[in-house]
């Protein structure tokens, strides 16, 4: 084989300086076939799956870029052509460092005397990966952002939903029972303790929760422990924190079918953040003053729910559209003021009357706070705020610009900042002779 001229492995000839010469052929000096070391040896590619990945994602990336900019011209307002470009950008960079990544090394052919050198290289530049690079940044900067206002669309579009689910539950409930569910089941008088949510579970699409719910029981009793603790989406605005729960810790109530009285019974109990009103917390100057005169401040049974009993629609005499029926009041129980989280223990701490959770009490106080320090009631004047400034007795949020609120007619509307504390305090009452919108 030494003599022949062709290189077992790579299955060509070897330089021979003497093929060209007449005669017979001689072994040439110091020429013999190219050692192992000094083939030329490309880089290991990665495999044919990575290469299966790759083609898929360009070929997604440009997909992706293709409809994003079908999309803009069909909703120019959408304003998807960075977007567009921005998938763009990502395949190109994805290719780019493909083709870097696999590369060949450079590698010396020897090819006897004289020497011969060739170097093989494919792929990019430093100066062409640090270009690809920076369309990567600039694409991630440009997606992300719509990312992240896609989600919130999203989930102010869900907690929408969620307030419409609840108020055709309870207007089912109405028409079923004769009158919109207690608010707070137990006030005073001895009964279980209960709430509004407990209530409309059947009219919610929650049978499985409702069959394990024993209104004859405290909603934290140990026989209620597992439906009270199952989280029920409709109770929940996905914009606000997760993994929430309201820990109570009491003894059953004097007229609860459990005969143990004595024991404290333990519940970490689901969160609700839509709550209903039992009453109007104002400042006592300014603004508030008119509200005063008209005897008005003591009306906390004049709102659609009322205690321990259901309410008639007849009552609600100001009108069903003008009246509000659940608020979105989202955070509990942590405390949250101007959006910011405070460190604090809750408005009831431990007790069978802390609000936020969907089987037990399902209403407060309205009223606007102090803009500035987010604590209520407000100062009585226009800086005062309705909304996104207080947990505890005001709409809030975590929306940009604003919060749901639910109205008696089931019609659900988005409000901001601009709604005035005196038309919230309007809003909240059932007979007050002020049919206002809250927008």
Same mark, same amino acid.
């Given at each position: 084989?030494?003599?022949?001229?062709? $290189?077992?492995?790579?299955?060509?000839?070897?330089?021979?300086?003497?093929?060209?010469?007449?005669?017979?052929?001689?072994?040439?000096?110091?020429?013999?076939?190219?050692? +192992?070391?000094?083939?030329?040896?490309?880089?290991?590619?990665?495999?044919?799956?990575?290469?299966?990945?790759?083609?898929?994602?360009?070929?997604?990336?440009?997909?992706?870029?293709?409809?994003?900019?079908?999309?803009?011209?069909?909703?120019?307002?959408?304003?998807? !052509?960075?977007?567009?470009?921005?998938?763009?950008? *990502?395949?190109?960079?994805?290719?780019?460092?493909?083709?870097?990544?696999?590369?060949?090394?450079?590698?010396? &052919?020897?090819?006897?005397?004289?020497?011969?050198?060739?170097?093989?290289?494919?792929?990019?530049?430093?100066?062409?990966? *640090?270009?690809?690079?920076?369309?990567? =940044?600039?694409?991630?900067?440009?997606? =992300?952002?719509?990312?992240?206002?896609?989600?919130?669309?999203?989930?102010? *579009?869900?907690?929408?939903?969620?307030?419409?689910?609840?108020?055709?539950?309870?207007? +089912?409930?109405?028409?079923?029972?004769?009158?919109?569910?207690? !608010?707070?089941?137990?006030?005073?008088?001895?009964?279980?303790? #209960?709430?509004?949510?407990?209530?409309?579970?059947?009219? =919610?699409?929650? &049978?499985?929760?409702?069959?394990?719910?024993?209104?004859?029981?405290?909603?934290?009793?140990?026989?209620?422990?597992?439906?009270? &603790?199952?989280?029920?989406?409709?109770?929940?605005?996905?914009?606000?924190?997760? &993994?929430?729960?309201?820990?109570?810790? #009491?003894?059953?109530?004097?007229?609860?079918?459990?005969?143990?009285?004595?024991?404290?019974?333990?519940?970490?109990?689901?969160?609700?953040?839509?709550? *209903?009103?039992?009453?109007?917390?104002?400042?006592?100057?300014?603004?508030?003053?008119?509200?005063?005169?008209?005897?008005?401040?003591?009306?906390?049974?004049?709102?659609?729910?009322?205690?321990?009993?259901?309410?008639?629609?007849?009552?609600?005499?100001?009108?069903? #559209?003008?009246?509000? =029926?659940?608020?979105?009041?989202?955070? !509990?129980? $942590?405390?949250?003021?101007?959006?910011?989280?405070?460190?604090?223990?809750?408005?009831?701490?431990?007790?069978?009357?802390?609000?936020?959770?969907? $089987?037990?009490?399902?209403?407060?106080?309205?009223?606007?706070?102090?803009?500035?320090?987010?604590?209520?009631?407000?100062?009585?004047?226009?800086?005062?705020?309705?909304?996104?400034?207080?947990?505890?007795?005001?709409?809030?949020?975590?929306? $940009?610009?604003?919060?749901?609120?639910?109205?008696?007619?089931?019609?659900?509307?988005?409000?901001?900042?601009?709604? /005035?504390?005196?038309?919230?305090?309007?809003?909240?009452?059932? /007979?007050?002779?002020?049919?206002?919108?809250?927008?």
């Amino acid at each position: 084989m030494v003599g022949s001229g062709t $290189a077992p492995h790579l299955g060509r000839p070897a330089f021979d300086p003497y093929r060209f010469r007449s005669g017979p052929r001689r072994k040439p000096y110091n020429v013999g076939y190219l050692p +192992e070391t000094a083939r030329f040896k490309p880089r290991a590619m990665t495999g044919s799956l990575v290469q299966n990945i790759h083609h898929y994602c360009i070929g997604l990336s440009y997909l992706c870029a293709f409809l994003l900019e079908t999309g803009r011209l069909l909703w120019p307002a959408a304003g998807w !052509r960075l977007t567009g470009l921005a998938f763009g950008a *990502a395949g190109l960079f994805a290719h780019s460092a493909y083709l870097l990544v696999n590369q060949p090394s450079p590698a010396v &052919e020897t090819t006897g005397f004289p020497r011969r050198e060739r170097v093989m290289r494919y792929g990019l530049s430093r100066t062409e990966f *640090a270009v690809s690079a920076v369309l990567c =940044l600039a694409a991630a900067g440009l997606v =992300l952002p719509r990312v992240q206002a896609a989600r919130a669309d999203a989930a102010r *579009a869900q907690c929408t939903e969620n307030l419409r689910k609840l108020g055709q539950a309870c207007l +089912e409930f109405e028409k079923a029972q004769g009158g919109l569910p207690p !608010r707070r089941g137990g006030f005073n008088n001895g009964e279980p303790y #209960s709430g509004w949510g407990a209530a409309i579970l059947p009219h =919610l699409g929650e &049978e499985a929760t409702a069959k394990k719910y024993n209104p004859k029981l405290d909603f934290f009793d140990p026989a209620n422990k597992a439906a009270v &603790e199952t989280r029920v989406k409709p109770f929940l605005c996905p914009a606000a924190p997760a &993994e929430r729960a309201v820990r109570i810790e #009491s003894q059953a109530s004097t007229k609860a079918a459990n005969p143990d009285k004595d024991t404290v019974f333990t519940v970490a109990a689901a969160v609700s953040d839509y709550i *209903a009103s039992n009453g109007v917390l104002l400042p006592r100057g300014g603004y508030a003053l008119n509200f005063n005169d008209a005897g008005q401040m003591n009306g906390n049974q004049r709102q659609p729910m009322g205690d321990n009993d259901v309410t008639p629609l007849a009552k609600i005499t100001d009108g069903t #559209s003008t009246t509000l =029926l659940l608020i979105e009041q989202a955070g !509990r129980p $942590a405390v949250w003021r101007n959006g910011k989280k405070r460190d604090s223990d809750g408005q009831f701490g431990m007790s069978p009357n802390a609000r936020g959770a969907w $089987a037990g009490w399902g209403s407060i106080a309205f009223g606007p706070a102090d803009a500035a320090t987010g604590e209520s009631p407000g100062r009585g004047d226009a800086t005062d705020c309705a909304v996104n400034c207080n947990n505890w007795f005001g709409v809030y949020g975590f929306h $940009a610009g604003g919060a749901n609120v639910l109205m008696c007619d089931g019609a659900v509307k988005f409000v901001g900042p601009k709604l /005035d504390p005196l038309t919230f305090a309007y809003l909240t009452l059932r /007979d007050d002779g002020h049919a206002v919108s809250p927008n």
